[in-house]
C-alpha cells in the first residue's frame, strides 16, 4: 500500500481509496455504490458514520458536528486501514 493509498473495511465489504478519489464516499461511489450525501464539503454531516479502528485526513476542516468516533465520508480519506461499524448509508446500485 503506498502512502497515499488507504483501504476502508465497511460492513464487511473493502474498498481502495487513492490519489484518484478525493474522499471515501467518492471511492464507494466508483466500486458502484450510491452513498448518502448532499453537500460534499463537510457542511451537512448526511454522510456521517462510525468508525471502529483506524484514522482519516480531512481534506479540510468539516463544519458539521461530527460526534467523537464518527467520521464524514465525503471530506476524508484513510490513513491506513480503516474500519467502520456499518455501510455508511450506501445502497448497492441495480444494474
Known amino acids: 500500500m503506498s502512502n497515499n493509498e488507504g483501504r476502508v473495511i465497511a460492513g464487511g465489504i473493502e474498498v481502495v481509496v487513492d490519489s484518484h478519489h478525493k474522499s471515501i464516499l467518492e471511492a464507494y461511489e466508483q466500486a458502484g455504490f450510491t452513498p448518502e450525501y ?48 456499518e455501510l455508511p448509508p450506501f445502497k448497492r446500485q441495480i444494474a
Open 38 to 85: 448532499h453537500c460534499r464539503e463537510g457542511v451537512c454531516g448526511a454522510c456521517r458514520t462510525t468508525l471502529l479502528k483506524g484514522e482519516v485526513e480531512y481534506r479540510h476542516a468539516p463544519l458539521a458536528n461530527i460526534p467523537k468516533g464518527q467520521i464524514l465520508s465525503c471530506c476524508s480519506k484513510p490513513k491506513g486501514t480503516i474500519e467502520l461499524a
